[in-house]
Every structure is written in C-alpha cells, then in structure tokens.
C-alpha cells in the first residue's frame, strides 16, 4: 500500500475513470444500479464535465486510488441538498479493481472518504447501499464503523434476478 496515492479525481482523469467504471460495471454488474448499457453510451466530454463539476463542488468528490499514473479503484460521494437532507451524504460507485482487490486498496479509498465526508461542516451521516450477497464489501463498511439500517428487497433487476440491499449508516457525530 505504500506505493498507492488516493486523490481526488478531475476532468483530466476522465478517460481512465470511464474505462474503470465501465469494466467494473461489465464484471459485476449486480453490484451496480447503474449499467454497462447505459454508461458505454457516455461521451468523454460528458465524463470530463461530470468530474470537473464534482470536483469544482463543495459537497461532492470522486476520490481514486492510483499507482503511479495507474487508476486501480474509485469511490464517489454527493450530499443530499435539501435543507431537510443536507446532514446526509452517500458513498457511490465504489470499485477497485478485480486484480487488485484483497490488498487494501478499497479500505484506503473508503477511509480517505470518510475523511473527507467528515470535513463537511454540517455533515451527520455518510448512507451507502450493498448487495446482500456482497460479503466481502458488507464486510469492509462494516469494519470503518457503517452499520446496517435496513433491507431494501428486490432493490436491483440484474440479468433476470432480484436483489435485495442493503442500507448501511455511519453517524458521524
């Protein structure tokens, strides 16, 4: 892990960002509510736009881990912006790489942005949501302090098949 840099991602990041995204979408695709589909069909300008805004933005952050210039994993975040909701924030799309994985890359990355979630001012919760099946990312929230708080059944339709979330919490304060 000591040659692994986690840093937020921006415009310039975008075609490596795609290309990660969509291989983790087209390998586990359960693991998702987007899909392969609907993200293949995104332009780089389009990418390169969504990254700059999350990046110029206050609220939001794409965080990926590189080695060297190589982009292994990724974890997003956006908070809710209702005035009702802006104590809230959710994890998204968080991915490392299938070659990569088991190796500490995903902690680093759901540490770094839990650390950041937390500089929010204002901030109470970060909320995320994972498949039921997933033992192995149920087991890696759960270890940075995310609890479960509910099940959402038939949440996802995934190659003919149903399956529930879960929802997971952290408190923050």
């Known amino acids: 892990m000591n040659n692994i840099i986690v840093r937020p991602l921006n415009e310039n990041d975008a075609h490596a960002f795609q290309e990660l995204r969509l291989k983790g979408l087209s390998e586990h695709p359960e693991a998702f509510a987007s899909s392969y589909e ?15 805004q999350t990046a110029e933005s206050p609220n939001n952050f794409t965080l990926g881990a590189f080695r060297e210039r190589e982009l ?20 998204w799309g968080m991915y490392v790489r299938s070659d990569e994985q088991g190796k500490g890359i995903g902690r680093a990355l759901l540490a770094d942005g839990v650390k950041c979630a937390r500089s929010l001012p204002g901030l109470e919760q970060i909320e995320l949501c994972v498949v039921t099946r997933n033992k192995q990312a149920r087991g890696l929230y759960a270890s940075l302090g995310f609890v479960s708080c509910g ?14 979330e879960e929802r997971m919490i952290l408190i923050l304060n």
């Not at 975040?77 to 209702?82: A, E, H, I, N």
């Not at 099940?151 to 529930?164: K, M, T």
């Open 151 to 164: 099940i959402d059944p038939r949440a996802l339709f995934v190659n003919g098949e149903y399956l529930d």
């Open 72 to 91: 292994l994993g990724l974890v997003g975040f956006f908070r809710k912006t209702g005035e009702k909701e802006e104590h809230r924030g959710h994890i």
């Open 38 to 52: 609907r993200e293949i069909a995104y332009t780089k300008d389009f990418v390169s736009n969504r990254l700059r």
